[in-house]
C-alpha cells in the first residue's frame, strides 16, 4: 500500500500594505523549492473572510517525503523569507493532513 499525499498548510498575515511583500517571500521560496523531491506543488491562497489572511498551501506524495525535507538543512533557510509572515494566532502556525479520498479520483 502507497502512503497518502499529504498537505502542509502554513497560516500567514499581511498588513494592508504588505500583501505585495508576502506574495514576493512566496515566489522566492517557491523557486528555491523547484524540484525538492516529493513536492507535488504549492499555492498562496488568500482569504476572502479574514483580512490579511493567508494559507501557503504545499502538497507532498507521502508523509516521508516532507518529513525528510522539513528535517534536512536547507528547509530553515529556504522558507526563512516567508517566517515573518507566519500566523500562530489561532494556537498553530501550521496543520498537516493526510489525503484521505479525493474527487475525481486518480486513474493509475
Given amino acids: 500500500m502507497t502512503s ?3 498537505r502542509v498548510l502554513v497560516y500567514a498575515r499581511a498588513s494592508g500594505d ?3 511583500e508576502l506574495a514576493e517571500a512566496y515566489h522566492q521560496v517557491s523557486r528555491e523549492l523547484a524540484g525538492t523531491p ?3 506543488g ?5 482569504s476572502l473572510t479574514q483580512p490579511g489572511g493567508f494559507l501557503v498551501l504545499s502538497e507532498w ?4 517525503s516532507f518529513r525528510t ?15 515573518s509572515f507566519q500566523d500562530g494566532s489561532n ?3 501550521f496543520a498537516l493532513y493526510a489525503v484521505t479520498a ?3 479520483e486518480e486513474r493509475s
Avoid: F, I, K
Fill in 4 to 6: 497518502p499525499r499529504v
Fill in 18 to 20: 504588505s500583501h505585495a
Fill in 38 to 40: 516529493g513536492l507535488l
Fill in 42 to 46: 504549492n499555492e498562496l491562497l488568500r
Fill in 61 to 64: 506524495d507521502s508523509l516521508e
Fill in 69 to 83: 525535507w522539513e528535517a534536512g538543512t536547507r528547509h530553515r533557510q529556504t522558507t526563512a523569507p516567508l517566517r
Fill in 91 to 93: 494556537g498553530q502556525s
Fill in 102 to 104: 479525493a474527487y475525481p
